[in-house]
Structures are given as C-alpha cells and as structure tokens.
T-cell receptor
Framework: EDQVTQSPEALRLQEGESSSLNCSYT??????LFWYRQDPGKGPEFLFT???AGEEKEKERLKATLTKKESFLHITAPKPEDSATYLC????????????FGAGTILRVKS | KAGVTQTPRYLIKTRGQQVTLSCSPI?????VSWYQQTPGQGLQFLFE???????NKGNFPGRFSGRQFSNSRSEMNVSTLELGDSALYLC??????????????FGQGTRLTVV
C-alpha cells in the first residue's frame, strides 16, 4: 500500500530562518512526487512535481529535492506570507492519476 | 487561463438528503479526480474520470458516485448523507493520464456541512 509520512507536523520559524520539511514515502513504481501549498479554506496550490531521484526544482524561496525514499522542501529566508500547510503526495505508475497524500506540515513564519 | 471551477462553494444539507457537486476542469484537461478532505483523515481519493469513464476508485461506500460529461465537466453525488460526510470536497484536473500529463491542479473546493 502506498504511504506518505510528513514531518514535522508543525513548524514555527522566525522570518529569515531557513529550514526543511520532510516527506518519506513508499510506493510501488513511483511516477511522480508532488508538493502543494494549501491556505485555510482553499484548495491545494501546485508547487512542484519531481519524477526521479536526484531531481531538484526551485521556485522563489522554495527548493524541492527527491531521493529514492524521501523528498525535502527547503525554505530559504522565509517570509510571513509563506505560512501555510505544505502537502506532499505520490502518484504510482499503475494507479492512474490517483494521488496519495501525507498529513501535511503546518508552517508558521513570524515577523 | 481559467483554473478549476467548483460549484457551489458552500452547502448545508440535512442527514438523509442527497447532494450534487460540480467541477469544470481547466480548458483542455480531460482527467478529473475527486478528493475528500477532513481534519481527521486528511485528503483521500474518491474517484477519477477520463473520457467519460471512471478509471479509478477509492475506498468509499457506494453512496458516493460521479460522472463525467463529453466536455470533461464532472459531477459527484452523495446520497443518503451522514454527519460524517461533512468535509471539503476537492476536484483536480489533469491534462491526461500518462507520462508528465498527470500533474493535478485543484479547485477551491466545496465545503459541505451535514446537519
């Protein structure tokens, strides 16, 4: 069974204090690993897709990396507007477009 | 380019009633998936449609059903509502079902409250 575990559950940072979020996964035949950002009461906003171990993608203050067992979302010099829940999901090659999500990491950045 | 549109945004229903939620995918996208999000269970996959055919189904009771139309728009229906069906229902659209066409983009969701 495909599984995704995210840590920590919650993270409080001071503005400018860099950190990383972890996503550990088990999946039979990974097609892709997805990162989303979700604000309260809204739908998840697509950030990145990673397809193979060693791949990295960047967007503004965010950088996602992938290994064969986990993915990291690095946040460099965060700002208060980066506060949100960050969700990780995996998609298996044999199960269509179905995404299996982790529980998310709630990030709070204080100024 | 318009995103995924879900209607209505909010619904309040009584136990035992049924409800229909609507999703219009991004123009050109042919795959639509539905998810249920609750504080206790997180985001869980309901089902997926492509070319008007259900391609994948999650572990939900038969009270949850869906369909897709020829223009790729999709609806999901929940019959005999229970209090536990209160949740944010999210629709995601993807270009296709193979290779790198499977990136999923979500709508804002429909907040269903069952009283």
């Amino acid at each position: 069974e495909d599984q995704v575990t995210q840590s920590p559950e919650a993270l409080r940072l001071q503005e400018g204090e860099s950190s990383s979020l972890n996503c550990s996964y088990t999946v039979s035949g990974l097609r892709g690993l997805f990162w989303y950002r979700q604000d309260p009461g809204k739908g998840p906003e697509f950030l990145f897709t990673l397809y193979s171990a060693g791949e990295e993608k960047e967007k503004e203050r965010l950088k996602a990396t992938l290994t064969k067992k986990e993915s990291f979302l690095h946040i460099t010099a965060p700002k208060p507007e980066d506060s949100a829940t960050y969700l990780c999901a995996v998609q298996a090659s044999s199960r269509g477009n179905k995404l299996v999500f982790g529980a998310g990491t709630i990030l709070r950045v204080k100024s | 380019k318009a995103g995924v549109t879900q209607t209505p945004r909010y619904l309040i229903k009584t136990r035992g009633q049924q409800v229909t939620l609507s999703c219009s995918p991004i123009s050109g996208h042919r795959s639509v998936s539905w998810y249920q999000q609750t504080p206790g269970q997180g985001l869980q996959f309901l089902f997926e449609y492509f070319s008007e055919t259900q391609r994948n189904k999650g572990n939900f009771p038969g009270r949850f059903s869906g369909r897709q139309f020829s223009n790729s728009r999709s609806e999901m229906n929940v019959s005999t509502l229970e209090l536990g069906d209160s949740a944010l229902y999210l629709c995601a659209s993807s270009l296709g079902m193979t290779g790198r066409n499977t990136e999923a983009f979500f709508g804002q969701g429909t907040r269903l409250t069952v009283v």
